[in-house]
């Protein structure tokens, strides 16, 4: 079981970090990833990062604004949004799989989203 958090209100320019919680599994086991999904837009990659979490990938538009990272001790995931746009705003998912995909149908585990807001 996947729980997203840290979602919330903020305005462009500003930070938030989202964490995801993963229960009853290892989390070490999974490449973990981040989505978000836009009103009337079709789920899309953020980022995702490898099992040992030496290695990550980004979607373009966030680069150098997000950072993906992982605590395989606390079976967490993080996702550091810095200097957010109002293109940002969309609900985040984090999922697990086994798959290095930036595709949704590859990623075997879903949390339920939690909502990031970022106003003008």
């Known amino acids: 079981q996947l729980q997203a958090s840290g979602g919330g209100l903020v305005q462009a320019g500003g930070s938030l970090r989202l964490s995801c919680t993963v229960s009853?599994?290892?989390?070490?086991?999974?490449?973990m990833g981040w989505f978000r999904q836009a009103p009337g837009k079709e789920r899309a990659f953020v980022a995702r990062?490898?099992?040992?979490?030496?290695?990550?990938r980004y979607v373009d538009p966030v680069k150098g604004r997000f950072t993906i990272s992982r605590d395989n001790a606390k079976n967490m995931v993080y996702l550091q949004m810095n200097s957010l746009k109002p293109e940002d705003t969309a609900v985040y998912f984090c999922?697990?799989?086994?798959?290095?995909?930036?595709?949704?149908?590859?990623?075997?585990?879903w949390g339920q989203g939690t909502l990031v807001t970022v106003s003008s």
């Open positions: 990062i490898n099992k040992s979490g030496d290695m990550t």
């Open positions: 009853g599994r290892t989390s070490s086991s999974y490449i």
């Open positions: 999922t697990a799989g086994s798959k290095w995909s930036t595709r949704p149908d590859e990623y075997a585990y």
